[in-house]
């Protein structure tokens, strides 16, 4: 007689469909904070400044971006611990305390620069003091991501990530050069001058961020605490089969949809600004005329413009700058041993929620130092990619290691990924220093 074999139930389309979304967590929601407030300006003022010059950038990244945030994730799932409780573990006090304040200060950066950007793409909306919204905008922050479960309330604003698709929207309305376009995707052009060098590390640092490294890892480990996953003798989670092929998926969604936002903000901005001589973006309201072609025909299409701009920079901002705090409070914590995650109550991890509160309001006051908004967010992308290259050399080292990582450590195809990232971003950011050097010299 032969066996009966039972087969598994077919899944409907419906089923498969939750089940595909039900994977999506760290990937999609890092990928979303990538394009912050920080990202669409200097996208924005890459497109006015050099048109498409750039825009290979958005190809040639996604390798990168995938090999080091999926080497992050897989860090983070295989060890249990944040990348800053990795470190701790197998690497000197000295280096342990470099990476977190590397971290801690370029976070509070980005944290000050998001924050006057949210609050100027505000003021496109409603007349009130771009003081009163940077305080209100810090507030409302505060009391999400203490009171409110980060889940909860990234499940509500990554709806307001949608704004981007006006971007795309836009760039297939207007007359576009196609064949040049796809030409300046796959064939790079470097400019041997300072203010190319100074935008493309931006680009670099705002797509390949620290903030992104520590944010993502120490988010796989919340997601094993959430499903309760037990740990083996060694002390490292028993991961399912599944759990690292879905969390590659997860990334490779979040960084692919990262770098497609990337693409087309550069096209539309190249489009509608560069190409018609606005080629310094100075306000918000200046980024946001590149979105009246896909409104032109509404009455006052202008004013429209700058509201569908300013849903897109506020719903990112309000997204991206806890991600930011979140990634310094872990970092932080993991290094000074106290209790950590979103998922805890407050009264249970005083120090973490202390961080956040802390690099929030600090970022807050920078604000109030005379920096001009749309500008601080360039200069911070720029000073992430030049921070982000030690730590890109840390996380190489790692995802080699096999007494880290073990069976889990990262391939010949992502080893060779990581360090070919920390390779262009330290030639950036050294490129970067030799045309400034150059230039004031010149001068």
């Not at 066996?3 to 899944?11: D, G, N, S």
């Not at 090999?67 to 000295?94: F, M, N, P, W």
């Not at 909860?152 to 050069?177: C, D, E, G, R």
């Not at 190489?396 to 971003?425: Q, Y």
Request: hydrophobic share 55%.
């Amino acid at each position: 007689m032969a066996a009966i074999v039972e087969q598994e139930p077919k899944r409907s389309v419906r089923q498969k469909l939750i089940g595909f979304f039900s994977i999506l967590g760290p990937g999609i929601i890092t990928g979303a904070a990538d394009d912050d407030p920080s990202g669409i300006a200097t996208y924005s003022q890459t497109g006015a400044q050099f048109g498409f010059g750039q825009l290979w950038t958005a190809l040639y990244q996604i390798p990168l971006l995938l090999a080091v945030q999926e080497t992050c994730a897989r860090i983070g799932a295989v060890t249990g611990k944040g990348l800053a409780g990795v470190i701790k573990d197998h690497y000197s006090r000295k280096i342990l305390i470099g990476v977190v304040v590397l971290v801690a200060v370029a976070n509070t950066i980005n944290i000050g620069a998001d924050i006057g950007a949210v609050a100027a793409a505000a003021q496109l909306v409603v007349n009130v003091p771009f003081w009163l919204l940077a305080i209100a905008t810090t507030a409302l922050l505060v009391v999400s991501e203490v009171v409110i479960t980060y889940k909860t309330y990234a499940n509500v604003l990554k709806w307001l990530a949608l704004a981007l698709f006006s971007y795309p929207a836009t760039a297939f309305i207007v007359k576009q050069p196609w064949r040049e376009i796809l030409y300046a995707t796959v064939v790079p052009h470097i400019e041997l001058t300072f203010a190319f060098f100074f935008i493309i590390t931006g680009v670099f640092g705002t797509s390949i961020s620290p903030y992104m490294f520590f944010w993502q890892a120490s988010e796989e480990v919340e997601e094993e605490r959430a499903v309760g996953m037990r740990s083996g003798r060694d002390g490292k989670p028993r991961l399912p089969r599944r759990f690292i092929r879905d969390m590659r998926i997860d990334t490779l969604i979040g960084m692919a949809a990262a770098e497609l936002a990337q693409w087309f903000i550069i096209i539309t901005t190249a489009t509608v600004l560069f190409k018609h001589g606005t080629t310094t973006i100075n306000t918000a309201a200046d980024a946001a005329k590149a979105l009246e072609p896909l409104v032109q025909s509404f009455p006052n299409a202008g004013q429209v413009a700058k509201d569908l701009f300013a849903v897109g920079v506020i719903g990112l901002g309000l997204l991206g700058i806890p991600v930011l705090a979140g990634s310094a409070a872990y970092a932080l914590a993991e290094a000074f041993g106290w209790k950590e995650g979103l998922s805890k109550k407050f009264k249970k991890a005083r120090g973490f929620y202390g961080v956040i509160i802390l690099s929030m309001l600090i970022g807050l006051l920078l604000n109030f130092v005379g920096i001009d908004p749309i500008k601080a967010l360039v200069f911070t992308a720029v000073f992430n990619g030049i921070a982000a290259v030690p730590l890109l050399f840390l996380i190489a080292k790692i995802n080699g290691s096999a007494e880290i990582l073990g069976e889990e450590r990262g391939g010949g195809l992502s080893r060779s990924f990581v360090w070919i990232t920390f390779a262009v971003m330290g030639l950036s950011a050294v490129a970067l220093l030799y045309t400034l050097v150059a230039h004031h010299t010149a001068h």
